[in-house]
Nanobody, 123 residues
Framework: QVQLVESGGGMVQPGGSLRLSCAAP????????IGWFRQAPGKEREGISC????????YYADSVKGRFTISRDNAKNTVYLQMNSLKLEDTAVYYC????????????????WGKGTLVTVSS
């Protein structure tokens, strides 16, 4: 069973920054597109960013565009989500997921998921 592992969540003030990591112990992410999703209390899980497997093409939801940056380090088998200028509405559990298909911000196409890491933006 493939299990992705997120880390880097925590509590931060509005305007602050966090960097999330997504690793996959014992499983190569090289040939998978990796997406970041988040789910706030009482809301549906939404896709916020994705990075393709081959060319590293990136995609962002409008809600995070210009503030978040996704990247991957295949040598470390890790994908990152740099989150800057955090807002109160960014509070959510953040999940990474892998798909063998093309990059999509769609939960239904993802093959493997992590258990999530909590990000709380609060003053």
């Amino acid at each position: 069973q493939v299990q992705l592992v997120e880390s880097g969540g925590g509590m931060v003030q509005p305007g602050g920054s966090l960097r999330l990591s997504c690793a996959a112990p014992g499983f190569s992410l090289d040939y998978y597109a990796i997406g970041w999703f988040r789910q706030a209390p009482g809301k549906e899980r939404e896709g916020i960013s994705c990075i393709s497997s081959s060319e590293g093409t990136t995609y962002y939801a409008d809600s995070v565009k210009g503030r978040f940056t996704i990247s991957r380090d295949n040598a470390k088998n890790t994908v990152y989500l740099q989150m800057n200028s955090l807002k109160l509405e960014d509070t959510a559990v953040y999940y990474c997921a892998a798909t063998s298909l093309i990059c999509q911000l769609d939960t239904y196409v993802m093959d493997y998921w992590g258990k999530g890491t909590l990000v709380t933006v609060s003053s």
